[in-house]
């Protein structure tokens, strides 16, 4: 009696089969459960992003509300100089700041000043997040180089104003004492109204999508536009002369982190989702404010 009660005390193992059942249902559920997960986070990630354009949009329209037109696409003399040359530079992000909960910072830049000077080192380096797009884990800012009188630390920017259809040409940018104007709503000391967008605010993209090209040291920036560099003019603007197809990140163009295609604000502050695979021709009209070009879809 002693020997059968104390072997009915004795508590039962787990067998080598069943240890590998359990095994097995915990990788099946870590299967299902991973994908899962990071899908979650990629649509939060998604929505964290065209957030960031829906608070440059109410952005936009405060600063209209104020002065009555938006921000240039970015600012510079033409007196004797060339327009990409002359200076100060600001872009249309840097105008907006303190209509983005960044008053503190636009306090601290000089306006007056070129963004080159050393006045505007610490303003032209500052980080700010409805900038940046969270699937783009990039660095926050970069050395702007390639001239040799020329290499500047700027903060980097995820999204860019729509200079209009067509680009332009390093000729044209160099024309001394010439403005260079674009059919968008950001240009070169431009001072669009919301009444010059005859195609319908709705109908007209005003900021979009630039993914970093970290292989060719590339990145945009939402402070403006280097003085000396005519190319840096696409660091601040884009154009719509390719689809926004961020398996071929355009130096000019809109690219993304979220796959083939780009979220785009409108003027009306909404924010889309555009295909990359978007017809070429409907894409360039979305980016002129006064074409009177059917854009179906949108």
Same mark, same amino acid.
């Given at each position: 009696?002693?020997?059968?009660?104390?072997?009915?005390?004795?508590?039962?193992?787990?067998? !080598?089969?069943?240890?590998?059942? #359990?095994?097995?249902?915990?990788? #099946?559920?870590?299967?299902?459960?991973?994908?899962?997960?990071?899908?979650?986070?990629?649509?939060?990630?998604? #929505?964290?992003?065209?957030? &960031?354009? /829906?608070? !440059?949009?109410? =952005?936009?329209? &405060?600063?209209?509300?104020?002065?009555?037109?938006?921000?240039?696409?970015?600012? @510079?003399?033409? @007196? @004797?100089?060339?327009?990409?040359?002359?200076?100060?530079?600001?872009?249309?992000?840097?105008?907006?700041?303190?209509?983005?909960?960044?008053?503190?910072?636009?306090?601290?830049?000089?306006?007056?000043?070129?963004?080159?000077?050393?006045?505007?080192?610490?303003? /032209? %380096?500052?980080?700010?997040?409805?900038?940046?797009?969270?699937?783009?884990?990039?660095?926050?800012?970069?050395?702007?180089?390639?001239?040799?009188?020329?290499?500047?630390?700027?903060?980097?920017?995820?999204?860019?104003?729509?200079?209009?259809?067509?680009?332009?040409?390093?000729?044209? =940018?160099?024309?001394?004492?010439?403005?260079?104007?674009?059919?968008?709503?950001?240009?070169?000391?431009?001072? $669009?109204?919301?009444?010059?967008?005859?195609?319908?605010?709705?109908?007209? #993209?005003?900021?979009?999508? /630039?993914?970093?090209?970290?292989?060719?040291?590339?990145?945009?920036?939402?402070?403006?536009?280097?003085?000396?560099?005519? %190319?840096?003019?696409?660091?601040?603007?884009?154009?719509?002369?390719?689809?926004?197809?961020?398996?071929?990140?355009?130096?000019?163009?809109?690219?993304?982190?979220?796959?083939?295609?780009?979220?785009?604000?409108? @003027?009306?502050?909404?924010?889309?989702?555009?295909?990359?695979?978007?017809?070429?021709?409907?894409?360039? /009209?979305?980016?002129?404010?006064?074409?009177?070009?059917? $854009?179906?879809?949108?």
């Amino acid at each position: 009696m002693p020997f059968e009660s104390q072997a009915s005390g004795r508590r039962r193992g787990l067998t !080598l089969v069943e240890f590998l059942v #359990v095994i097995v249902i915990i990788v #099946v559920l870590l299967t299902i459960l991973f994908p899962a997960i990071h899908s979650s986070r990629v649509a939060a990630r998604r #929505v964290e992003c065209q957030n &960031n354009l /829906r608070q !440059l949009g109410v =952005a936009l329209h &405060n600063y209209h509300d104020l002065h009555d037109t938006l921000p240039s696409g970015w600012t @510079g003399v033409t @007196g @004797g100089q060339p327009v990409a040359l002359g200076g100060p530079g600001w872009g249309w992000g840097s105008q907006l700041l303190p209509h983005l909960d960044q008053w503190p910072a636009a306090q601290n830049a000089r306006f007056d000043l070129p963004i080159g000077s050393v006045e505007n080192q610490r303003f /032209r %380096e500052l980080e700010i997040s409805t900038f940046l797009c969270p699937d783009d884990s990039s660095e926050t800012t970069w050395q702007h180089s390639g001239h040799k009188l020329l290499a500047l630390t700027l903060a980097t920017s995820n999204y860019v104003g729509a200079f209009g259809s067509r680009g332009w040409t390093v000729e044209s =940018a160099q024309r001394v004492g010439e403005s260079l104007d674009g059919d968008g709503v950001f240009y070169h000391n431009s001072s $669009t109204r919301f009444i010059d967008v005859t195609d319908g605010l709705s109908h007209t #993209v005003a900021i979009g999508e /630039r993914a970093h090209d970290i292989l060719r040291n590339r990145y945009s920036t939402w402070v403006g536009v280097v003085p000396g560099v005519p %190319e840096a003019i696409s660091l601040v603007v884009g154009v719509g002369e390719m689809s926004p197809d961020s398996q071929t990140t355009s130096v000019r163009g809109f690219s993304s982190a979220h796959g083939r295609g780009s979220h785009f604000l409108f @003027g009306d502050g909404r924010v889309q989702y555009v295909d990359g695979r978007v017809d070429g021709d409907i894409f360039g /009209r979305l980016l002129s404010r006064a074409g009177a070009e059917l $854009t179906p879809g949108f």
